[in-house]
């Protein structure tokens, strides 16, 4: 494994330390992998949306643009 230093803010620092004092992870170091891990998992599913969209606009089914479409898609999750 590569060692790194990185700087967090105080309010991240006190969360973090707050998550491992809860026993929600053994360190720190485990909890911003495991959260570098959520935000990959989530780019896959993002390029994988991406990825539909622009076939889908592209087929002609659909006159709206790919910023159309999210923007839609968005609003019918927050309703």
């Excluded at 896959?44 to 159309?68: C, H, P, Y």
């Amino acid at each position: 494994m590569n060692r790194q230093s990185i700087t967090f803010t105080k309010p991240n620092d006190d969360w973090l330390k707050e998550m491992v004092a809860k026993q929600e992870y053994s360190s720190k170091s485990e909890l911003v992998n495991d959260l570098i891990r959520q935000a990959r998992n989530q780019q896959v599913q993002i390029d994988w949306i991406n990825k539909k969209l622009e076939r889908a606009e592209k087929s002609g089914f659909t006159k709206m643009s790919k910023a159309d479409i999210l923007k839609e898609s968005k609003s019918r999750i927050n309703d």
